[in-house]
């Protein structure tokens, strides 16, 4: 900081000794002595030199303040030092006025984002009527075509639902609920969604009744496992799906299916990462178990995954929820 205060000063300063060298010399042409010139500059080098000290103390003062705002990110104006020339002064209107053109662009942006949120989920809850009554229309009838249209009734529905959870994850009123939340029914719920492409694809379902509750947000919790189970249906053609949870209450959801390639591990929770598997079948969005991650981030729940090609994928949910947004 010293530097710096003397660097910002050294035109001050240099014009101090250049103005004490012509008085000086100007003096000694005059034939005055040595020491009646030297006495008054040692005096005034010794005020200028006093007066530089306080003036530093006071900017060093000032820095640590602009300092402590840094890094706290405070109202800047309301926690400015005090402007101690006009420049300042017209500096700190200047990030006055920008602030509050900020707070103005923030709300407006905020007051968007809030009718976006309306719109689609009005839309969401319009959509859903006509899947409905598409699924009433065909409950009934057994056979190909039906199952076609069932599943891909099934595949729309999950894609408006996605939509809606894709926009609230950045929400500032996004609407979590922790409560003791049932395994067992979340698990059952969740798998009877799919229960025709189990059977149209003569999958297996493997799953132990627990008995026990966990601390989470059940509606966002379900949404996590109905797409992983929808991704391990998709990409197995034959075996099945295991659902287990651990007495470290680790939900762990297991396929037999295609597997992922180890290169792309690292990357399956990157938002539009499809890997080859994706890129191979056309219809995959990449966003889903990039959706799953955040919200498993905001819930306090670890998620992770294993896999080998052509042997099958298991995703692991932590429970045990160490932290998450309502703490």
Same mark, same amino acid.
């Given at each position: ?64 303040? &602009? ?11 309301? $926690?400015?030092? *005090?402007?101690? +020339? %006009?420049?300042? !002064? ?112 003569? &999958? ?11 601390? $989470?947000?059940? *509606?966002?919790? +379900? %949404?996590?496992? !109905? ?101």
């Amino acid at each position: 900081m010293l530097i710096k205060y003397l660097k910002q000063k050294y035109k001050a300063i240099t014009a101090f000794f250049v103005f004490a060298v012509i008085f000086g010399f100007t003096f000694y042409l005059y034939g005055i002595s040595v020491n009646t010139i030297l006495y008054p500059l040692f005096l005034c080098i010794g005020i200028g030199a006093v007066i530089l000290i306080i003036d530093y103390f006071v900017e060093l003062k000032r820095y640590n303040e &602009l300092q402590k705002i840094k890094k706290t990110g405070a109202v800047l104006i309301d $926690t400015l030092p *005090k402007s101690a +020339s %006009f420049c300042e !002064e017209t500096y700190k209107e200047i990030i006055e006025l920008l602030e509050e053109n900020n707070r103005i662009f923030i709300k407006q942006s905020d007051e968007k984002y809030d009718n976006m949120i309306n719109y689609y989920t009005l839309w969401v809850h319009q959509i859903k009527s006509p899947i409905a009554s598409m699924r009433l229309n065909i409950q009934n009838e057994d056979n190909e075509n039906s199952k076609r249209l069932s599943y891909d009734l099934l595949r729309i529905e999950n894609y408006v639902n996605m939509v809606l959870t894709f926009l609230r994850l950045d929400s500032k009123t996004t609407d979590f609920v922790f409560k003791n939340c049932d395994i067992d029914s979340l698990v059952k719920s969740s798998v009877k969604k799919f229960s025709a492409q189990f059977i149209s694809k003569k &999958l297996s379902f493997n799953y132990s009744d627990t008995k026990k509750q966990v601390l $989470t947000d059940e *509606k966002w919790l +379900s %949404f996590v496992v !109905e797409q992983v189970i929808s991704n391990a249906v998709k990409y197995t053609n034959k075996g099945g799906v295991t659902v287990a949870l651990d007495e470290n209450d680790i939900l762990s959801i297991s396929d037999t299916g295609i597997g992922i390639l180890p290169s792309e591990l690292p990357r399956i929770f990157e938002n539009g990462f499809t890997g080859l598997n994706g890129r191979n079948d056309k219809k995959a969005s990449g966003i889903g178990l990039y959706l799953c991650k955040r919200i498993c981030d905001n819930l306090g729940h670890n998620i992770y995954i294993e896999s080998k090609l052509d042997k099958g994928t298991t995703v692991y949910i932590d429970l045990s929820r160490k932290s998450g947004i309502c703490d």
